[in-house]
């Protein structure tokens, strides 16, 4: 018989921090095994159960979801397969009897860009009550180049002027939410580290407040309510990264419009595929065709908006290595020879060393600012604090 030592794990608290440690040793030592946030978390729900016992559960969730636990254990590579097929509660019962060793695996800082966004290292232990960013929330002070005071679409003819300022507030907001993970049959497809699905919202909001002579109206809002089916990809080809291998799969249903009556009323539908990829370890590439969802020509507010917004988007982003500094260029054309395209610059800048707030610059030229803009090219500038990345 193999002698193993075993360390229980001992939470110190004090100054309102806490300390979690766990070290365990073995002399023999035949295969590895990763215990995912999933069940460490589940863990810590276990242990304290009660209400009364937020604090402590609290702790153990801080100590725990970074770095990953990586547990090497004294089962056979047969055994191993075996576990894998557990649940999480049933593989979590079984710890205490296969743990030989704890090492370090992977810190939160060793995460990329599209797997902290989109959760692609773990299953996790989120609900429909947690919210987290999407999109950049953010309020900024912008300018156009070319006010659209009559805006018309070919089914919403249109000649009232807005006498609109060429100044606005924009302000947008963004959150996601986790609806279902590990999901059945499709956690079991080749290659498919992680599958989510998510509930989002996005509402963008042009405010005229420079504006009084027309009592500083709220110009513009689009409502983008999404469903999307996030899967993790395993891009790695004899443990190296392949930056031609997506890190990630999005498809998409998304609903946009302006909430308006005619004929300043816009919306459409669409179904869209989205590919993440990892070029560098801090450059990434986001591609996302998409397909409208066909109308009834009587309802159509914007049967012409393909020609203008195109048939998908490309995003680049870089960050630097602190990430405090981020750049992303986002870019869309109509691919028509009567060419019509949009390309928007957005600078991220932490500062005082907070890590939530931002200074924010973006700048914009083209057809598509906002959706009742469908049709109109401008350039745009603005300047203000953002949120989240």
Avoid at 71 to 98: F, G, M, R, Y
Avoid at 244 to 269: A, C, E, F, K, T
Wanted: charge should be negative.
């Amino acid at each position: 018989m193999h002698q193993r030592k075993f360390f229980l794990h001992s939470v110190l608290r004090g100054a309102g921090l806490s300390v979690f440690g766990l070290l365990l040793q073995s002399n023999c030592l035949q295969a590895n095994e990763v215990l995912t946030v999933e069940q460490a978390m589940y863990h810590c729900k276990t242990t304290y159960p009660s209400q009364f016992e937020s604090k402590k559960r609290l702790a153990c969730f801080d100590s725990i979801s970074t770095p990953a636990i990586e547990i090497v254990t004294e089962n056979t590579a047969a055994d191993i397969h075996a576990s894998e097929k557990l649940s999480a509660e049933q593989l979590t019962e079984e710890i205490p009897t296969k743990v030989g060793a704890v090492a370090i695996k992977k810190t939160n800082a060793d995460l990329s860009f599209l797997e902290r966004k989109w959760r692609l290292t773990s299953e996790g232990d989120w609900d429909i009550s947690d919210f987290e960013t999407y999109k950049s929330n953010y309020l900024l002070v912008t300018n156009t180049s070319n006010i659209n005071n009559t805006p018309q679409s070919p089914s919403r003819l249109n000649t009232s002027d807005r006498d609109l300022d060429a100044n606005d507030i924009k302000f947008q907001l963004s959150l996601k939410s986790e609806l279902l993970n590990n999901i059945p049959l499709i956690r079991d497809l080749p290659y498919v580290t992680s599958s989510r699905l998510w509930g989002a919202y996005t509402q963008q909001s042009y405010w005229q407040i420079f504006n009084a002579n027309a009592s500083r109206p709220l110009r513009e809002n689009n409502y983008e309510p999404e469903l999307i089916l996030s899967l993790g990809i395993d891009n790695e080809v004899d443990g190296v990264k392949k930056d031609y291998i997506p890190r990630m799969l999005n498809l998409g249903l998304v609903h946009q419009s302006n909430g308006r009556d005619n004929p300043l009323s816009r919306s459409w539908n669409r179904l869209y595929l989205e590919g993440g990829f990892e070029l560098t370890d801090r450059i990434s590439l986001l591609v996302r065709p998409w397909w409208r969802i066909p109308e009834n020509d009587r309802e159509d507010d914007n049967p012409d908006i393909e020609k203008f917004l195109g048939y998908g988007d490309m995003t680049v982003r870089w960050e630097t290595e602190s990430r405090k500094t981020a750049v992303s260029v986002l870019l869309r054309n109509n691919l028509r020879s009567d060419n019509k395209g949009f390309a928007q610059l957005s600078v991220q800048q932490r500062v005082f060393n907070n890590p939530y707030i931002k200074l924010h610059l973006m700048a914009s030229t083209g057809y598509g600012e906002t959706l009742l803009d469908y049709n109109h090219a401008q350039n745009v500038l603005g300047f203000g604090i953002s949120l989240g990345e």
